[in-house]
């Protein structure tokens, strides 16, 4: 084989490896964080119509307002209900520029997911042009995409559970540049509808997930790699 094709065949095998647990990463967050029926559920389970005084009526409009908003399908987050039976505005000035730092962070994420479509696609394509075995390519690209992750994802949800406030906050650290992330729960509206509770719920399913289907994949992978049934290089 060619230098420059050998060369395509590793950068290809390399993209299949990164993207891959990535992708499924954000399409298991896609699902739970535009999943109504999980916010009503944690509502319940979190008693959240005395915290913010809505009704879950209010509470669910409020709510796909705000899925519609991290979606770029709404402009903004003026929204209107009976708060402890006064009718006013949902959300402060401070919890709508937050929500902006958050929208931004969800769309460049789902961006970096249809790059990574886009790459897989490109990357099986060269993998059946270049390869002697483009199967076992795969399989292998497959397994190794489960181990880095599968570790990780196992770390982080031991550390959720001894101390998941103190890791929430290294994430915002991360990925904020301010402290708008810091809301009052006695008087902020939004912290009062997704309190810690709610991330700890949203955060241990995700990842649970993640660590299941990867664990699924690489398996998967792995029997298929010892089955024999692929050709050998």
């Known amino acids: 084989m060619k230098k420059e094709n050998r060369t395509v065949l590793q950068i290809s095998r390399l993209l299949l490896t990164v993207f891959l ?21 944690t509502y319940e389970k979190n008693n959240v119509q005395e915290s913010t005084g809505m009704g879950m009526r209010d509470l ?47 769309l460049k994420a789902f961006a970096l997911r249809k790059l990574g479509f886009l790459l897989i696609a490109i990357a099986l394509m060269a993998i059946y042009r270049l390869s ?4 076992r390519d795969i399989y292998k690209s497959v397994l190794w995409s489960g181990l880095v992750p599968l570790i990780f994802a196992l770390i982080l949800l031991i550390l959720m559970q001894i101390d998941f406030n103190k890791y929430f906050t290294h994430f915002h650290e991360i990925f904020f540049d301010n402290d708008l992330w810091l809301l009052d729960p006695e008087k902020e509206v939004l912290i009062q509808m997704v309190p810690l509770e709610f991330f700890i719920e949203i955060s241990t399913k995700i990842f649970s997930w993640f660590l299941g289907i990867q664990l699924v994949l690489s398996a998967a992978a792995y029997k298929m790699l010892r089955s024999g049934k692929i050709k050998s290089y």
């Open 21 to 41: 647990p990535f992708i499924l990463l954000m399409t298991i967050l896609q699902f739970y964080t535009f999943n109504i029926d999980f916010y009503l559920s």
């Open 132 to 135: 002697n075995d483009p199967l």
């Open 60 to 106: 669910e409009r409020v709510t796909i307002k705000l899925m519609d908003y991290l979606k770029d399908r709404e402009e903004n987050l003026d929204i209107q209900a009976t708060i402890r039976g006064e009718m006013r505005e949902v959300f402060g000035e401070r919890e709508k520029l937050h929500m902006i730092d958050v929208k931004q962070l969800f």
